[in-house]
């Protein structure tokens, strides 16, 4: 059975930094584009980022580029987002989703992330 688990999510104060992880299992990890979304209180899912099957190529939503990094360690079947400069409004509950978009899209339970001094 395919799973997602997201991790790393906390408090943090604005201008400081989390790193979000994305344990994969039961499909073929390195054969998907995979991708993180959040969704903020009271709002839609956010697509931010997609990550290419061997990680060489990356396209990020325009509010958080240059902030974040996604990266993926196929031999883990990990994927990673770095997240720097952390700002009030990039408060969310974030996701790692497998196929972003199409019928057979997957994502985990979530990790929250809370922006506050």
């Known amino acids: 059975q395919a799973q997602l688990v997201e991790s790393g999510g906390g408090l943090v104060q604005p201008g400081g930094s989390l790193r979000l992880s994305c344990a994969a299992s039961?499909?073929?990890?390195?054969?998907?584009?995979m991708s993180w979304v959040r969704q903020a209180p009271g709002k839609g899912l956010e697509w931010l980022s997609d990550i290419s099957t061997d990680g060489n190529r990356t396209s990020y939503e325009t509010s958080v580029k240059g902030r974040f990094i996604a990266s993926r360690d196929n031999a883990k079947n990990m994927m990673y987002l770095q997240m720097n400069g952390l700002k009030p409004e990039d408060a969310a509950v974030y996701y790692c989703?497998?196929?972003?978009?199409?019928?057979?899209?997957?994502r985990g339970q979530g990790t929250q992330v809370i922006v506050s001094s």
């Open positions: 989703v497998k196929s972003y978009g199409s019928d057979s899209s997957l």
């Open positions: 039961g499909f073929t990890f390195n054969k998907f584009v």
